[in-house]
């Protein structure tokens, strides 16, 4: 990720604040028009576990990386961090997955992801043992993208429902729901799945409705819990006909947005799996997120546990 000004956002012809997938060759070319850049792990679901670790919560993770460089450093951080990762790294081409993070001045990111490895993770990785000893399943929409990786999913899902646990869901990024939105309402529909996270423009993607209350009103009896977040406007849940809504947690500079959803994502569960009000969820959520947007990249560099602290009595 590195800084970049709106001209350069206009002239690679990205489109801003969004999430672009690319080939090798265009991340090849994005990475050389960068200027100096820094390297942090990152990946969605892999955010929110290295969120909820820094919580204290135990979590693993199941993701694909490549034999190479790359692969080691991801391996390596999300171990570091006190998370269970198992699957052995692939050999072969294509290597390790990346994303070409833009950051403009307003702390908006731009994002070109280069699925690499990650989109070969086979079903067969999936410790299902695992699976069935957590609370929580999270899955991220991204993903869902590839066929392999999808059929790992689906596969996680069904160990997951066997075992009586909760899964969780987040849609990623509209440009996942144009593709694949049949398949998310079909899931919706058929009860797989019990949390679903959302923002603003994917709430509407989903469910075609522009207005955000109308699109809770039409998507909220479906799901046990929907969380919606709003970016500056804060955030809303509703969960088994219960309401609550809170403001953004205050932020003195925003710096980069990257992980905010991911962090909202974690620090929201880590309130539910401890069976915290639906209000305190919600505000944790907004205080792990405010923190991630307060420096580059998508993993708390604070001590995220002690923020949350007084909310947690």
Known sequence: MAPASEEDIARLEMAKGGMTLVDAARAHHLYDAMGPAREISGGSAANTLAGLAALGADCAFIGQVAQDQLGEV???????????FATPARAGDPSTARCLIFVTPDGQRTMNTFLGASQF???????????????????????????EPRRAMQRAIGAARD??????????DAFVIARHGDDFRALIAA????ILFANEHELAALTGCADADD?????????????????????????H??????DAAPVAHVVDTTGAGDLF?????????????????????????????????????????????PLLG
């Open 191 to 194: 009860g797989q799945i019990d």
């Open 265 to 309: 994502a974690a620090g929201f569960l880590f309130g539910h799996v401890r069976g915290a009000a639906l209000e305190t969820c919600l505000k944790l959520g907004a205080v792990c997120a405010a923190e991630v947007i307060s420096h580059y990249g998508a993993r708390p560099e604070a001590d995220i546990k002690s923020l949350v602290a």
């Open 215 to 239: 699109g809770i009103a039409k998507l909220a009896p479906q799901v046990p819990v929907l969380v919606v977040t709003h970016g500056e406007n804060g955030a809303q849940a509703i969960a």
């Open 163 to 172: 075992a009586g646990r909760e899964v969780a869901f987040t849609l990623s």
């Open 241 to 246: 006909g219960q309401r609550a809504r809170v």
């Open 121 to 147: 993770l086979p079903a067969d990785a999936l410790d299902e043992t695992t699976i069935a000893a957590a609370k929580v399943l999270y899955l991220e929409g991204y993903l869902w993208d590839p066929e």
């Open 74 to 84: 991801f391996a390596h951080d999300i171990r570091a961090g006190g998370i269970a």
